[in-house]
DNA sequence: AGTCAATGGGGTAATTTGGGCG
DNA sequence: TCTGTCCAAATTACCCCATTGA
């Protein structure tokens, strides 16, 4: 499984949560998920670890989707 | 089988049911509605089942529409 | 260089949570 | 048993505009 080193943005992370992209700067903000920089400021998350929280979630709705 | 369906607020999921959010957070709680949570403790619901639960509950009813 | 969507930061509404009460 | 409401605290959404990314 090669899936877990590619980047998301703050949007991608904030549709598959439903969420608004500001919400997911301050998860990572406060530490609830960890962030990559890229050399301009912008955030970018690790979708293994993003979707490890998402299907954490989802297994309890017993669908793998 | 892919389920990647929308998810929705407890507004939204109160909205369609005309009940109060809280009432819809009930029935999480109580496992009648499956829910994920996001980071911040906020619950989410899937589209595809709130609307098989409103559409069964319309079919007793006879309506299509 | 120039366009345009997305992001960051700051500040302010709106929603959600959880408990308890009726 | 199920639902609506009041409350305080926490979380999230929407507004601005300067900067970054593609």
């Given at each position: 499984?090669?899936?877990?080193?590619?980047?998301?943005?703050?949007g991608?992370?904030?549709?598959?949560?439903?969420?608004?992209p500001?919400?997911?700067?301050r998860?990572?903000?406060a530490?609830?998920i960890?962030?990559?920089?890229?050399?301009?400021?912008?955030?970018?998350?690790?979708?293994?670890?993003?979707?490890?929280?998402?299907?954490?979630?989802?297994?309890?709705?017993?669908?793998?989707?």
């Amino acid at each position: 499984m090669d899936t877990g080193d590619r980047l998301l943005t703050p949007g991608e992370v904030a549709a598959l949560f439903r969420v608004d992209p500001k919400t997911v700067t301050r998860w990572a903000a406060a530490g609830r998920i960890g962030s990559i920089r890229t050399p301009g400021g912008h955030r970018r998350f690790r979708e293994s670890e993003v979707r490890a929280l998402l299907e954490g979630e989802l297994e309890k709705l017993g669908e793998t989707r």
